[in-house]
């Protein structure tokens, strides 16, 4: 596999920021369009352009994002979201990022815990960071200058992720290996009389060999007879001869005792 990840005849998608020196983004669109051949085309998109591109849904076999030198691209879900759109079931997605060490105030610059739960968010799978770099001191300063931070605990960290090889909205039929098929329609075997058993219609109820029960037949005498309300009250401690409280005296019944 060639640098990045690219091979001969992939389709391939590079993505800038106003941050990406002109000269830098030049030498990576030659050196990745070098790598899948002259008859391939490399496409060159805006970062804020992006989510609203015409590119059909899996279009590229890899985007490669933030990788210009000097690119302080920050990457939102919803940019990531259309990565994971136009990449084919099972493209890559290559990615680089300045983050911070630790959580701050700066909204803007996420932690590398939180870019790699984005991606996952965004609908890529096999996330994972392969490197963490620190800036040089004009890389970070030009990070604090565009990102408005003024920490000092700053890193660029490089994340792949993939697309499933599935692609959104798909479907599949399941196979239950536990039901039984008969026939050439492959339906599941039901028995008949498991079948009328737990079916009942209006027609069954004129069924002369159905029996339907009564539910007030289910009651006898006894059950409906009113109970004595005597029987009903729990006994008191000094019927069971404790002086304590008892657990069953309301807080009243303990306090007139």
């Known amino acids: 596999m060639g640098e990045y990840g690219v091979t001969p005849g992939q389709r391939v998608a590079i993505v800038w920021d106003s941050s990406s020196p002109v000269e830098a983004l030049k030498d990576l669109v030659n050196k990745v369009q070098a790598l899948v051949g002259a008859e391939n085309s490399v496409s060159v998109e805006n970062v804020n352009q992006l989510p609203q591109s015409a590119h059909k849904e899996s279009s590229f076999d890899v985007i490669l994002s933030g990788m210009v030198p000097g690119s302080t691209a920050q990457h939102s879900v919803e940019l990531l979201a259309e990565v994971a759109r136009i990449l084919k ?45 620190a800036l040089t001191p004009e890389e970070a300063q ?14 660029i960290i490089q994340i792949e992720g993939r697309k499933p090889n599935f692609e959104v ?20 075997s039901v028995d008949p009389a498991a079948a009328k058993l737990w079916t009942l219609s209006a027609n069954d109820m004129n069924d002369e060999d159905m029996d339907l029960l009564d ?36 807080v009243l019944e303990f306090m007139y005792q």
Do not use: H
Not at 92 to 106: C, D, F, I, M
Not at 109 to 125: D, F, M, N, P, Q
Not at 229 to 247: H, T
């Open 215 to 250: 539910s007030d037949e289910l009651l006898d005498s006894e059950d409906l007879k009113k109970p004595d309300p005597s029987s009903l009250r729990a006994p008191s401690c000094k019927e069971m001869g404790k002086k304590k409280a008892c657990k069953n005296w309301s």
């Open 89 to 133: 079931p099972g493209g890559r997605v290559l990615l680089k990022e300045p983050v911070v060490t630790e959580s701050g105030n700066n909204g803007k610059i996420k932690t590398a815990a939180k870019l790699l739960t984005t991606l996952t968010l965004s609908g890529l799978v096999e996330v994972k960071e392969l490197q963490k770099e």
């Open 169 to 188: 909205g798909s479907s599949s039929q399941l196979k239950l290996s536990f039901a039984k098929t008969s026939g050439p329609s492959g339906k599941p």
């Open 142 to 155: 030009s990070v604090r200058e565009r990102l408005d931070y003024q920490g000092n605990d700053l890193l």
